[in-house]
């Protein structure tokens, strides 16, 4: 689990995904994923890689823009790319890790036609097992396994052994792609060897590219229109602001080569033009807790169930709860209200408006904050990133503005 090969992104690093002492030259040259995928017909090792990196690295979202680009364009991602034809089987763990902790879990054949696919579409009737065991013995198929860490610890030996069986049997043909954080990866304990890589941290170009088409999206969704050269310029004038704000505090810098963190600070930005962005990483968070929790309501002119204040120390229950729960990584739809009631019932602080229920609070941190998601298959909530869960474990009061 030592063995951290070469890998936009990809590379050697420490085991906490950090890059501490990576030239930006290094950064640069390090190759991408279709670069691995790419050798995988030379480098039988590369059929089995485990990518490692800290919360807000986009593990998840790096799975998703595979399984894209091969569903809808495979033809010229492989032109373009030079990889293999593959077809993915995008898996999330924290979905189907009940199911495969059991001692009778279904083998991989299985999940995948049993399971996964009558969730993509009761449609694919065709798409049997038999056909599952023929695509991974074909070559083509290409497993993406996403989010070991989301594992409970109580289910990684099984899940482990899972994983570890389903590349034994199919191993040598289909090709495994696995994420997780450092931690997560620290309790994996199937035999078969990954080849572990880590994600890089954003370089500044990468970073200034990102934030220019995040702020050319923006514009372009408020005016609804097209690339004008009006929008053009007015994007290009917000993205310059920050990005000069960031090259001149070596702190800001230090949180910018994340993306998740750099989304926030763009986020914040693009919100509140005329403040300063907060230097340290936990004011960052309520800073951004702040716009979601009040900004957001006032702008969208609606009256919410909570004032922000109120709304954290709910948020601060819940996150507490899956925090001493550690096997809890979502909660159904009752749990949720259940835990939301509870709170408001042991609080003198904290009332509802008139009228207002758990159930519209819960609604309104889904649907306006977006604090929430909601998985429809399960009917479950979540944090939208698993760092907000440490964010209000963890943060200050929202009426001690930084």
């Not at 065709?126 to 860490?149: I, M, T």
């Not at 997560?184 to 941290?201: H, L, M, N």
């Not at 609804?224 to 800001?252: G, Y």
């Not at 002119?301 to 922000?308: D, E, S, W, Y």
Request: with cysteine; charged share 25%.
């Amino acid at each position: 689990m030592d063995d951290w090969g070469g890998a936009e992104g990809f590379g050697r690093g420490r085991v906490d995904g950090s890059d501490a002492g990576t030239s930006e030259s290094e950064k640069k040259d390090a190759p991408d994923i279709w670069h691995l995928l790419g050798q995988v017909k030379q480098r039988p090792d590369y059929r089995k890689i485990a990518i490692i990196a800290r919360g807000g690295f986009g593990k998840t979202t790096l799975l998703r823009h595979i399984t894209y680009r091969y569903s809808h364009e495979a033809h010229r991602v492989c032109r373009d790319k030079g990889v293999p034809k593959l077809i993915p089987v995008l898996l999330y763990l924290r979905d189907c890790r009940n199911l495969i902790a059991k001692p009778d879990a279904p083998d991989l054949p299985t999940l995948i036609a049993e399971h996964h696919v009558k969730r993509l579409s009761n449609r694919l009737t065709e798409l049997d097992v038999d056909w599952a065991k023929k695509l991974l013995n074909s070559g083509r198929a290409l497993v993406l396994l996403d989010g070991f860490d989301e594992v409970a610890a109580s289910q990684c030996p099984a899940v482990s052994e899972w994983i570890d069986q389903a590349m034994r049997d199919y191993g040598s043909t289909a090709t495994f792609l696995l994420t997780t954080r450092p931690a997560g990866y620290e309790r994996y304990s199937g035999q078969q060897p990954f080849t572990a890589v880590a994600i890089k941290e954003f370089n500044s170009a990468q970073r200034d590219r990102f934030l220019h088409k995040w702020y050319l999206c923006q514009v372009k969704a408020d005016h609804l229109a097209d690339d004008t050269d009006s929008v053009k310029e007015e994007a290009a004038r917000e993205a310059t602001d920050l990005i000069e704000q960031i090259q001149a505090r070596d702190e800001l810098q230090k949180l910018a080569d994340n993306p998740l963190l750099l989304c926030m600070m763009a986020s914040y930005h693009r919100v509140n033009p005329a403040r300063s962005l907060p230097i340290a990483r936990p004011r960052l968070y309520q800073r951004f807790c702040q716009m979601l929790l009040e900004d957001r309501p006032v702008s969208k002119k609606m009256t919410v169930a909570l004032p922000a204040e109120q709304s954290q120390q709910v948020l601060q229950g819940v996150a507490l709860h899956i925090m001493v729960q550690q096997d809890c990584i979502a909660l159904s739809r009752s749990e949720m209200i259940q835990l939301v009631e509870q709170t408001l019932e042991s609080s003198d602080e904290v009332a509802l408006g008139d009228g207002a229920t758990a159930i519209d609070f819960v609604k309104e941190i889904e649907e306006i904050s977006e604090l929430f998601v909601r998985k429809e298959a399960s009917d479950e909530y979540e944090f939208a990133h698993r760092s907000f869960v440490g964010v209000f474990s963890f943060s200050p009061c929202l009426s001690a503005r930084v």
